[in-house]
T-cell receptor, first 111, second 113 residues
Framework: KNEVEQSPQNLTAQEGEFITINCSYS?????LHWLQQHPGGGIVSLFM???GKKKHGRLIATINIQEKHSSLHITASHPRDSAVYIC?????????????FGKGTKLSVKP | EAQVTQNPRYLITVTGKKLTVTCSQN?????MSWYRQDPGLGLRQIYY???????DKGDVPEGYKVSRKEKRNFPLILESPSPNQTSLYFC????????????FGNGTRLTVT
């Protein structure tokens, strides 16, 4: 079983819809990253979380350390949000620079 | 402009011919790392460096070497490439380990025949 699981694997939405992508992990962590990979392949960091909630524009990321779960929400989705969203975690107490990735959620937003 | 620069973008080579993929950042970041991305497997970490002269293995280090002689550069070396190293490679850096946002290079698509 993967230490970081994302759901759903694929998601199709209509423009304007509220979107939620989930990330569950089975290990204790000290940091969680949400990344966005565009169709051209480039990867951009969206959020780095260790607790609570962060917001940037239409994107909101939350984390519940006790439940070992994080969500990425997109409000008022737009076709330009179409991308693969990747969750990655740094294990608590493990090697300081070691990052483990989920397999990604492919989002397609239709106009 | 703050950036992580990887070269080359595309590389086709033959089994056993040593190659180096370069990675350079201009943000004075302490942390640098290498990842490979494969269909169905996602991203996996190869090596990382917390600072100059400090490197450590990630989850898939076999067949790769790295060095961090200067803060800005973190080359990935394949001494004897094999076809199973055909992949998309990314370099990334951050100000301070994994407690800071990561900045990624544009990727290097490597094909080993």
């Amino acid at each position: 079983k993967n230490e970081v699981e994302q759901s759903p694997q694929n998601l199709t939405a209509q423009e304007g819809e509220f979107i939620t992508i989930n990330c569950s992990y089975s290990v204790g962590i000290s940091a969680l990253h949400w990344l966005q990979q565009h169709p051209g392949g480039g990867i951009v960091s969206l959020f780095m979380l260790s607790s609570g909630k962060k917001k940037h524009g239409r994107l909101i990321a939350t984390i519940n350390i006790q439940e070992k779960h994080s969500s990425l929400h997109i409000t008022a989705s737009h076709p330009r949000d179409s991308a693969v969203y990747i969750c990655a975690v740094r294990r608590h107490g493990g090697s300081q620079g070691n990052l483990i990735f989920g397999k990604g959620t492919k989002l397609s937003v239709k106009p | 402009e703050a950036q992580v620069t990887q070269n080359p973008r595309y590389l086709i080579t033959v089994t056993g011919k040593k190659l180096t993929v370069t990675c350079s950042q201009n943000m004075n970041h302490e942390y640098m790392s290498w990842y490979r991305q494969d269909p169905g497997l996602g991203l996996r970490q190869i090596y990382y460096s917390m600072n100059v002269e400090v490197t450590d293995k990630g989850d898939v280090p076999e067949g790769y070497k790295v060095s961090r002689k200067e803060k800005r550069n973190f080359p990935l070396i394949l001494e004897s490439p094999s076809p199973n190293q055909t992949s998309l490679y990314f370099c990334a850096s951050s100000r301070q380990g994994l407690d800071s946002p990561l900045h990624f290079g544009n990727g290097t698509r490597l094909t080993v025949t």
